[in-house]
């Protein structure tokens, strides 16, 4: 299960509008959003050193060309709780809280299925691209409970704004693109094909274009390749962790530089292009494939605006394996600035009119806490990880003493404690009474800070603090479970 604690996101909003004195804005040909995933606010700056310039004789550059060129807001946070990539998402061109799109989490407890469902998760939409006989991997924005810009760009203009979504995580591309998008293309770890769902391409194919860009095998060159730090030794210094002792990389990588991407292969498979995801490589096989669907799909092409939303999953890939202190991830990070400056050339050449007719919105759906054993070491008040076997046990003990030996429980996902409601009336107990019981055992056990019960989250009845309202924020009333935890600072 992947969790995020820091709260923390950025916002930095290019709009190259004012480069002459027009009052009226302009409406931009292109509507780009790039969500990094786990990349933290403070990045930016402690990696600001590094980057590209914003601007030289060859064109722009990446991070800094935003930041000192655009509108960069740098108090921006998501104000929901929890903060992963499910909810994050959802948040970037809704605009709205999981309280409004009921996306709660990366997965939750879904009574009408009596199951745990992955946020996009629909049987109804079997992929495209991929086996999928039987829908069990099918995937789309069904659970989604509001619209998107794109879609009301849609609606605005008579289905002509084309909106596109693109990242190697199904749920990154499709809750930012949303119900009417033309199209979303996620990432096949087996086969490491870009791949959709009939959601989006009723037919069961892809369009020609991604047919031959997956035939053309472009990820297969990587093979063999080797990960080597890219910025000077002497960057390494700022880091907390520079030695990986508990890094956790993917198969074949290897825990310190050079990373050699083979996945511990001798062709390239399934390991490899799991350890291919990890590696920078993967950002930049990303940005040439959404550089090949600007052009084939003809985006930014007339006047009509035109939406891609791109996630750089591998940015949080990277973040798991080595924490965030890591040289792997300051790495990244200066790679990742030299990428965007090359796509942001790209656009001001494939856009008529250049960038000043692009609107670029970089942004993250999260940002991350160091890892437990990191904490540990480093003597922070850390609790460890997240034991939601003993804290099922805790609460089934009580309820069991309070009502008598029972299944009163159906699941703990995330940090939703789900009651089985119907068993509680049955037997004529107030679903009300056994929240409580089960917040009150809940809120004693180690790494808990609190226990909210729906009771308290719908009559507002939760403390007035920002944790309170980013539980009030993330809850929606059909989707979300009986209690709510929220667990102790670097606690994951
Ligand atoms: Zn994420």
Excluded at 93 to 98: D, E, H, L, R, S
Excluded at 327 to 338: G, K, S, Y
Excluded at 413 to 419: Q, R
Aim: with cysteine; hydrophobic share 40%.
């Amino acid at each position: 299960m992947i969790r995020r604690l820091r709260p923390v996101a950025l916002a930095i909003v290019c709009l190259l509008l004012a480069t002459v004195a027009v009052a009226a804005p302009v409406r931009p040909r292109l509507v780009v959003l790039i969500s990094i995933d786990q990349f933290r606010a403070d990045y930016l700056a402690r990696s600001s050193d590094l980057f590209l310039p914003p601007q030289d004789s060859k064109g722009v550059g990446g991070f800094r060309w935003l930041m000192e060129r655009g509108a960069y807001h740098t108090d921006a946070h998501h104000d929901h709780y929890p903060l992963f990539t499910g909810p994050g998402h959802s948040i970037h061109f809704t605009g709205a809280p999981p309280y409004k799109t009921g996306i709660v989490g990366n997965e939750w407890f879904d009574r009408e299925m009596n199951a745990v469902r992955y946020c996009v998760q629909d049987s109804k939409s079997p992929l495209v691209g991929a086996p999928d006989p039987d829908g069990k991997r099918g995937i789309s924005p069904v659970t989604l409970r509001t619209s998107t810009v794109g879609d009301e760009l849609k609606m605005a203009t008579g289905g002509q704004g084309k909106v596109w979504g693109l990242a190697l995580k199904d749920r990154a591309g499709v809750l930012m693109a949303g119900h009417l998008a033309d199209g979303v293309l996620w990432f096949d770890e087996e086969t490491g094909a870009w791949i959709s769902s009939r959601f989006y391409f009723k037919s069961g194919q892809l369009p020609d274009w991604v047919v031959s860009w997956n035939a053309a095998k472009k990820i297969d060159p990587f093979f063999g390749k080797t990960w080597d730090l890219s910025v000077p030794p002497a960057a390494l210094k700022r880091l907390w962790t520079p030695h990986n002792e508990f890094a956790n990389p993917r198969p074949g990588l290897g825990k310190a530089f050079p990373h050699p991407v083979t996945g511990g292969l001798d062709r390239p498979g399934k390991a490899f292009y799991a350890a291919f995801e990890s590696t920078p490589y993967a950002n930049e096989y990303v940005l040439e494939t959404a550089e090949e669907l600007i052009r084939r799909e003809k985006l930014g092409q007339d006047a009509i605006p035109d939406i891609l939303a791109i996630n750089l999953s591998t940015n949080d890939y990277i973040g798991h394996s080595f924490g965030p202190d890591s040289p792997e991830v300051l790495d990244v990070t200066a790679q990742t600035d030299r990428q965007l400056s090359r796509f942001f050339r790209f656009l001001g050449k494939a856009v008529p009119g250049g960038l000043r007719n692009v609107t670029i919105v970089l942004t993250a759906d999260h940002g991350v806490a160091p890892m437990v054993e990191e904490m540990a070491e480093a003597g922070l008040p850390t609790a460890g990880g997240y034991q939601e076997k003993a804290l099922t046990d805790a609460v089934k003990a009580a309820l069991d003493k309070a009502f008598g030996p029972g299944d009163w429980l159906k699941a703990l996902s995330e940090f939703n404690l789900y009651l089985d409601v119907d068993a509680l009336r049955q037997k004529g107990i107030e679903p009300a009474k056994a929240e409580e019981i089960a917040a009150e055992t809940l809120r004693r056990q180690p790494g808990i800070y609190a226990a909210y019960t729906r009771g308290q989250i719908v009559e507002g009845r939760v403390p007035d603090t920002d944790i309170g309202h980013r539980v009030m924020l993330g809850f929606h009333p059909k989707v979300s479970g009986d209690v709510v935890i929220v667990l102790d600072p670097y606690t994951v």
